[in-house]
């Protein structure tokens, strides 16, 4: 479950990742990250007892951070992770009015549901409705609630963010597993965003890591209101399933909401298939691809072959595994100028 | 040379720091962190092709920093020492306006020489006279270019930030070695700063790293105008020269500028010394030793015996190592929160 690198890029201290790997055999990796948890959550109380706001929002982000780490890939104990999850989303919705730029809880209706979901704005003044914004998508295990240090990088080059869970995520997951139609959920939120007075409702970006990556291409071929999309990590489709790893094979199972494996893979490959769709795809699109990803080069290949009316920037790294995160903050930064061309230097 | 905590905490990415230690033999350290420079450098000139200013300035502080790790111990060669010291400055130079919030640099005069210097304002706007500022000084091989993400975690909590090279520092080496009137350099910037139409005369502390440790609490004794004082992993006298490190032990004389081991030893003894001005402390002082640094546990004992005008806080890590690097960013959290209370909070 060690993801050193990704773990680290998302803001975990190497000095936890050192004490993760040199843990007593009888902790376990739930335990470890549950401990860590609490040891932020403890100094962000102290830290609030002496007005320290920032501080407080950050070590509870450090909490929210950790926990979401114990329990990831923790599928095999159902009530545990889920409990977890719900420890994760009130340790960030905690940390979100301290946070610098404060992140601020939306609540976005579709059918039944109340998506939910948080923004967060540039501190810069700004005209009214100037504002780029790029709406960030988690995958598999991810939610609204992990992209901080992403954001900060979007947010520091004057770009607002958005994150919320979708079908099969975090808040959502009890109501709605995986499905076809995650784009419904990206587009209620761009409906949302379209309509806030900061925001340039014609400089709208979406960019999902991992399954992200294929939410984020779907969300953009589906609805051609977004400006840029970024597929950092992801796929076209899932024929590829037996190639995945057994841990993240049970995370395809658990979301699925199925029984078995076989109905794991047979739901998976028809639910999420992005082939039929790729020609609506028209709006600057950023591909970001580890040639050391389960992942097959094919996805690629795919994708060259039937996103024919975008303009592709397709970034293959030979050394990268899944998401490049053993590149270090390089490709990040990549990502994120690319998506600054595109809604702010262009306008 | 490869002290790892505090490379990675400074703002050296972990993939450099793997390359580092995984790197051929006939790879001098200097010529690998040369080379992550040009790299770094490279990436932020194609940055601002793209008008990628952010991005340009964080890759020239990420290029500054590999060239300073490259020299920073590389007391044998003085010439190429030198010539690294330069292109630092140079790096920085470029960064400094591109940095969010943007560094201004600064002349300060003193006796024949002009102080180089940098001052950093918080981006939210403040009323006049109102912000509070803390003076960042390096040790024996730092400089004015380093603490770009200490000064950031300052900055995000409203404070301004303030760094300069004193004698046997960075630019100011060449014409002065290490001596005994560092204050005299710090009194120096502090009038300017208190000069400064944005910054709270009253409110401005001063924090030294190793070195820059004796040297804050030498500033704060011999100038009752800094309001608080920070001496992380410092000291307050050099009797246990003897315990240093040998490449430690070149430094001192490096910076020393004598021949000998003999002559750096008794020169470094006599000048750094603050037993005579302890008393004169008066300000809140905030002390952060490792028990595992070479620096003996009895310079602790010293500071509380003889600084006994002054409200201390001595924090003592029994699992810290010199400066405390190794325990990730939490001790470097509690300094910046003890300062913003000192500084904000109470006004």
Redesign the interface.
Known sequence: MMRW?RM?LDGI????LEAAAARPEEVSWFEFWSSRSDYYEG?AND?LQ???T??CG??LFLACLCIHYAQYLWWHEPSRRQAAQRRKERLYRRAAPLL?SPAELLSVDLDELSIPGFLRIP??AAEPRSLPCVMLLGGMESTKEESYHFENMLL??GVATCTFDGPGQGELFEEVGLSADFNRYSSAVLDYLRSRPEINPDAIAVLGRSLGGLYALQAAAMDTRFAACVSWGGCVDMDYFDAETPLTKEGWRYIAKVDTMDEARDFVRTTLDLRPVLSNLTCPTYFLHGALDPTPMSEVDLLRELAVNAPLTVVVEPDGIHCVH?????PR?RM??WL??CLV?KW
Not at 326 to 330: F, H, K, Q, R, W
């Open positions: 690198h680290h201290p190497v000095v936890d100094l830290a002496n007005n320290s920032v501080s950050e070590l610098v501190s810069a520091r080059r053993n590149l270090g903050p390089v930064l994120v100028d600054v061309v230097n």
